[in-house]
Structure formats: structure tokens, C-alpha cells
């Protein structure tokens, strides 16, 4: 999408979807081709220690070739529950819908259906001496494990993506990955929820979104259920007024949680990074790592980009960030004013979050690794500001000069 205008074709388009999804035409067809085209079924799946995990697959009807497995494991629910009722759509988008696999999706040990005790961001054991040490890299080899054997028609490669507290499980999958694990793709992982994830912005607590996030998340789940529960009520749309309120941080449990969420417990138990927080820091142990991995990050999401890249590096960088000039924001049409400024505006040059990205990118690659990055109609404002660089500029559908591509090693490569 070119953020420096705006042409009819979007808008009729734009306000095409947005009738569709208001009157559920969109969502309709995209189920009743699911339905149309897979064969829902619903497993129990034994780990090591006997625990069963909740599992919903779905299997394409065309059994002319075989499929690989997309698996996606989630402590926010697999539903619809019931063989009978599908998804409305299937994958990461409609074209993995429409190209064909075995989508499997999984409530993770403890959540929802599933049995067994759940624990936020659990621990990773590097020494396992037997089936009771579980973590959820072991609940990942089982479960794949168990597909192979069970699941027909699979072509034995299995693929793992997951987004926000889903890309924690995908992180934790890839390591000690089973053999079938092909590839993976964390996005906007957690990856340390004390250093620069959620909760913690290098180590101050993040107020509004614990309370919030554990307020209904958090909540105990004595036995399997396929209902996620109620929302808090705050009983104002005053949010800082309520915090204000609230008073000293004693009151959370003494006015409204009584005790009973566990992991906010947790937090006000382990106010420094203790042996707790280092625990549940996944990174030490993302090593030796088999799978491809493709690893997807936001300027604006909670982790603030510390899960996908802290300590990472990449063989392949690619970013679209903002890139707005000042002048082009001044005359930008009024349905734009209605996104915040931050995910357009980048500067008087629309280059202030490409500099930022040269400044840091070479920590980040790996030897031989490349950085790509889209910069709008800005081509000539970065070579002027940057003239020992030697940017390429492959050619795509919209033309060149949109989007280049830098090599660690090239001479010229900016650093900070």
C-alpha cells in the first residue's frame, strides 16, 4: 500500500469489505468453503507423562496428493469446539486455506480443553531425566510425534508459526525440534517477560496491561472447559481515573482478585529478575536450532520488538516501516487521519525509522545476511544521505527504487 495517497479503486474496496463483514458475507463463504473442502476431527493427544492435550485438525477432502502439517499451539482456545463446527477460515490466511494443508491447532497443557497444569511461559528444562520433565518443547516433539502415526495422508513435514503468546510456543517447539519440524515462524514472540516483553519494560511494570491481560486470563481453570470466561469489568471507560483509584498496588488483591490469580501473584512476588524471571527467559536456550525459521516483529506491538530480535541474529532482515514525509503527512487525504501518526509519519524526509533500522541492522545479520527494507518514494533522500552505501534496488511489480537491499558485509553498510 503506498502511504502517500489514496486512489478510488481502495476506497470502493475498502468499503466493499467492510459491508461484506458487516452483513457476514465474507465469513459465511470463507466457512462453507472450509467445510466444503476439509474434514474436521478432534483428538485427545498423549504426552510422555500421560497428560492428554486437546487437538483439532482439519484434513483436506482431496486425497490426490499428500499435505504437510501447519500446526499452531495456543492458550487462547482452539475453538469452534465440536467435530461439526468448523472455523471460518483456516491458517495463517485464506491462500494457505486455499493451497492446501493438514491445519492442526492445540490448547496448550492446562488451557481450555486440554488436561493438565498450566503454567505461564514455562520453563524450559535443558536436562530432562525422564516422562514427568515436560516443558513445552517436549509437548511439541509429542504431538508431532503423534500426528505422523495417526494423522493420513500427511507428506511427514510439519510447519510451527504462532503470533504474540502463541510465538512463545513456537520459539519453545523449535528447540530440541523433532525431526519432521521443517519450519517455524515466532511472531511477535514473547521471549523474557521481565526485561522487555508485556509486562515489563526493562524491568518497570507495565501496569494497565497485567491488571487487564490477568484480570481474565488469569483466572483459575479447576477442570477442561471450552468457555475462555468473562472480561473484567472495570465499571468506568476512565482507565487512568480507575488505576488512580486504585490506590497502592495491595489493592488489586485485596479489592478484586482475592488471591486467585496466580501468576499476578507472581509478579508482585518477583520484583527483580530473580531466578523466577531468568527461568522463564526462552533465549538462552534458542540454540543449535534445526528448523528454517522466519521470524516476524511490529514496531507497535507490547513486546516493542524485544522478542523478535534481542539477542537474535537473522540471515534475512525485511522491515516496512513508516516512511511519510512531513509534507506528504500535511496532505495526506482525512480516511488516513484516522490511523495514528506514529504508523506513517517518519520525519521531515520519511527516513527518521530507516536510519534507526541502518543503525542497528549489522548487529543483528548474520554473515552473509541481507537487510531489506521498502522506504516509499524516498530513494533519492537516502542515497543523498547515505552516498557510500550501495544499495540495490530490485525491480517489482510497482517498478524499482521502492525497497532496497543491503549485504552485511558491503562496504558502506551504516552502524551506529
Not at 519432521?180 to 515462524?185: D, E, G, I, Q
Request: hydrophobic content about 40%; proline content about 7%; cysteine-free.
Amino acid at each position: 500500500m503506498r502511504r502517500d495517497g489514496v486512489t478510488a479503486r481502495r476506497t470502493l474496496g475498502t468499503a466493499a469489505i467492510a459491508v461484506a463483514l458487516a452483513t457476514g458475507t465474507l465469513g459465511g463463504q470463507a466457512q462453507d468453503y472450509v467445510r466444503a473442502n476439509y474434514t474436521k476431527f478432534e483428538y485427545r493427544i498423549p504426552m510422555r507423562d500421560g497428560v492428554k492435550l486437546f487437538t483439532a485438525v482439519y484434513v483436506p477432502k482431496d486425497e490426490g496428493q499428500r499435505y504437510p502439517i501447519l500446526l499452531t499451539r495456543t492458550p487462547y482456545s482452539v475453538a469452534p469446539y465440536g467435530a461439526d463446527a468448523y472455523k471460518a477460515s483456516l491458517g495463517p490466511s485464506d491462500r494457505f486455506t486455499r493451497d492446501g494443508y493438514i491445519f492442526v491447532y492445540q490448547d496448550v497443557r492446562g488451557r481450555m480443553m486440554s488436561e493438565g497444569e498450566f503454567a505461564d511461559v514455562r520453563p524450559h528444562l535443558a536436562v530432562k531425566s525422564g516422562p514427568a520433565d515436560i516443558d513445552e518443547s517436549t509437548d511439541t516433539y509429542d504431538t508431532i510425534e503423534w500426528l505422523l502415526k495417526n494423522v493420513p495422508n500427511h507428506n511427514g513435514r510439519v510447519g510451527l508459526y504462532g503470533i504474540s503468546y502463541p510465538g512463545f510456543y513456537t520459539s519453545a517447539g523449535m528447540i530440541d525440534a523433532h525431526p519432521a519440524l521443517k519450519a517455524a515462524s515466532p511472531q511477535a514472540p514473547i521471549a523474557d517477560w521481565f526485561v522487555g516483553d508485556d509486562f515489563h519494560h526493562n524491568g518497570a511494570l507495565y501496569l494497565p496491561h497485567a491488571f487487564s491481560f490477568f484480570s481474565g486470563f488469569g483466572r483459575p481453570r479447576p477442570k477442561p472447559t471450552t468457555s475462555s470466561g468473562s472480561r473484567f469489568n472495570f465499571g468506568t471507560e476512565d482507565g487512568y481515573q480507575f488505576y488512580l483509584n486504585l490506590g497502592p498496588m495491595t489493592n488489586a488483591n485485596a479489592r478484586h482478585f482475592k488471591g486467585e490469580i496466580a501468576f499476578w501473584n507472581d509478579l508482585m512476588a518477583h520484583e527483580t529478575y530473580d531466578a523466577f524471571w531468568q527461568a522463564r527467559n526462552l533465549r538462552p536456550h534458542l540454540k543449535n536450532i534445526k528448523p528454517a525459521v522466519l521470524t516476524v516483529g511490529g514496531w507497535f506491538d507490547a513486546e516493542d520488538l524485544f522478542g523478535a530480535l534481542e539477542g537474535r541474529t537473522y540471515d534475512l532482515i525485511v522491515s516496512n516501516p513508516p516512511y511519510v514525509t512531513a509534507a506528504a503527512m500535511r496532505r495526506l487525504p482525512q480516511e488516513y487521519r484516522r490511523e495514528p501518526e506514529l504508523a506513517l509519519a517518519s520525519g521531515r524526509d520519511g527516513l527518521a525509522h530507516t536510519r534507526a533500522i541502518l543503525a542497528q541492522a549489522k548487529r543483528h545479520l548474520n554473515p552473509g545476511g541481507l537487510l531489506v527494507v521498502e522506504i516509499g518514494h524516498n530513494r533519492k533522500a537516502l542515497e543523498r544521505a547515505y552516498p557510500r552505501a550501495p544499495f540495490a534496488w530490485p525491480e517489482l511489480s510497482a517498478g524499482a527504487g521502492f525497497v532496497f537491499v543491503l549485504r552485511r558485509e558491503d562496504a558502506g553498510f551504516p552502524e551506529a
